[in-house]
């Protein structure tokens, strides 16, 4: 009896030990196909700013990934999207000041030329390619200009000179070049960690202000450019939507347009002091009182005043791929209120107003009579604003009213009946205007 006692307890013993063991055993099993599960899964990781940014430097079809990102977010705001541009080149701001030949550029380009170690301003590049124009034998070169002006801006907007060199003439050696157009009025290019030794009897040839430079060595600016947080290109050759509308839109730049415009007439007599032909010409049909439609001066008067219209009326409509990257300026404004309109401009691009420029407006638009000259931007601007007044013919500003009438309705600028009139400085011949 004891014996068959014995028995059914180990039986019952033997049992409870095959039930956990099962238990370890499934408890183990289960753990081993949670873990196979999470290996053959990959985890899911969401993309942020920064990787986006990589795929722009190093991934052709990085643009393509940003718009699918943008076009899937269907909430997604203007200010959003600027924002993410914003992110993918770190704040760096690219601003170009568009105008045209006696509008007051040179002085308004160093609003920004002066801002400081953090910016790198490039006065005229695109002087090379016009010029490479006008010296060419291509016939369909002309055609070919827009894009080259595109591609030669993109690549100095990001301090890639390639496509400039291709420009310049002579050809630069081992990307040195003596030719730069107007290096000296680039501050950027005239820094010490561009300049290089130059011996003392060619100083004039190569000088950068107070600075004795050798020839410009394009690698060394580049690796500067790179080094500044933001970069600004002053030029009067641009006008064309078509031309700056893929730099807008590259994801690369956070490009912002100013453009500077100012009173045809204005422009028309300070070009007849600045180059004698253009006072030949005009001097002659202010004798005949005629205005023939197929003289070169003529027609490329009308045609500059049509052009900088166009981008206008473009620009102030504010396209959607333009909207807040487009802003006009008369410089009779920035003549009278210099140091608001710096500061609107600044603020328009988004870059902080340096006390460098601060400084430089304050110094520079209070300049005494015969302290400048005519490519100088040493101006006493309130003055400058109104001289050309006394210095054209009644009936040459006629002239200029009957072909430039539509611009100058645009931006503001009052027709004068008589030489009274014209001559009158109480009487403004601006009008009270915003652009937004």
């Given at each position: 009896m004891k014996i068959k006692y014995a028995i059914v307890f180990i039986f019952i013993v033997a049992l409870v030990i095959i039930e956990k063991e099962s238990n370890i055993i499934s408890s183990w099993f289960l753990t081993r196909v949670s873990v196979m599960m999470q290996r053959q899964t990959p985890p899911q990781t969401l993309q942020s700013p920064l990787d986006y940014g990589n795929k722009t430097q190093n991934s052709p079809g990085a643009f393509s990934e940003v718009n699918a990102t943008t076009e899937a977010n269907s909430n997604q705001t203007e200010d959003q999207h600027d924002q993410e541009l914003r992110n993918l080149d770190g704040g760096r701001k690219h601003v170009l000041l568009m105008a045209t030949t006696r509008s007051g550029s040179s002085f308004v380009g160093e609003f920004f030329n002066q801002h400081g170690q953090n910016m790198f301003y490039l006065f005229e590049p695109l002087w090379h390619v016009e010029r490479m124009l006008t010296t060419t034998?291509?016939?369909?070169?002309?055609?070919?200009?827009?894009g080259i002006y595109r591609d030669v801006l993109r690549?100095?907007?990001?301090c890639d000179y390639t496509p400039l060199e291709k420009c310049?003439?002579?050809?630069?050696?081992?990307?040195?070049?003596?030719?730069?157009?107007?290096?000296?009025?680039?501050?950027?290019?005239?820094?010490?960690?561009?300049?290089?030794?130059v011996a003392k009897d060619v100083f004039e040839r190569y000088a950068c202000k107070n600075r004795r430079c050798g020839p410009l060595n394009l690698t060394l600016a580049s690796q500067s450019c790179l080094t500044k947080q933001h970069h600004a290109i002053k030029t009067v050759r641009v006008h064309?939507?078509?031309?700056?509308?893929?730099?807008?839109?590259?994801?690369r730049l956070n490009?912002?347009?100013?453009?500077l415009v100012r009173d045809p007439r204005a422009v028309l007599a300070s070009r007849m002091v600045a180059f004698s032909s253009t006072h030949q010409t005009w001097k002659a049909l202010v004798q005949t009182g005629q205005v023939p439609e197929n003289n070169v001066e003529v027609k490329s008067l009308q045609g500059n005043c049509d052009n900088i219209r166009w981008a206008a009326e473009l620009g102030l409509?504010?396209?959607?791929?333009?909207?807040?990257?487009?802003?006009?300026?008369?410089?009779?404004?920035?003549?009278?209120?210099?140091?608001?309109?710096?500061?609107?401009?600044?603020?328009?691009?988004?870059?902080?107003?340096?006390?460098?420029?601060?400084?430089?407006?304050?110094?520079?638009t209070q300049a005494r009579e015969g302290d400048s000259g005519i490519y100088s931007t040493q101006k006493n601007s309130s003055e400058q604003a109104e001289k050309w007044r006394f210095s054209i013919p009644f009936t040459l500003a006629q002239m200029?009213?009957?072909?430039?009438?539509?611009?100058?309705?645009?931006?503001?600028?009052?027709?004068?009946?008589d030489a009274k009139t014209l001559r009158n400085k109480s009487i403004s011949l601006v009008e009270d205007q915003m652009f937004l």
């Open positions: 034998a291509d016939a369909n070169y002309g055609s070919q200009l827009p690549g100095l907007f990001l310049i003439s002579p050809p630069p050696q081992n990307h040195v070049t003596p030719s730069l157009f107007r290096r000296e009025s680039s501050s950027s290019l005239c820094e010490e960690n561009v300049c290089s030794p064309q939507w078509e031309t700056l509308r893929p730099l807008v839109e590259d994801p490009m912002k347009i100013i453009q409509s504010q396209p959607h791929w333009l909207r807040r990257r487009y802003m006009l300026v008369r410089y009779e404004d920035i003549a009278r209120y210099p140091m608001q309109k710096a500061e609107e401009m600044y603020r328009f691009t988004g870059i902080p107003f340096s006390p460098q420029t601060r400084e430089w407006i304050l110094r520079n200029v009213q009957q072909l430039c009438g539509p611009t100058m309705k645009l931006f503001g600028y009052k027709f004068v009946d």
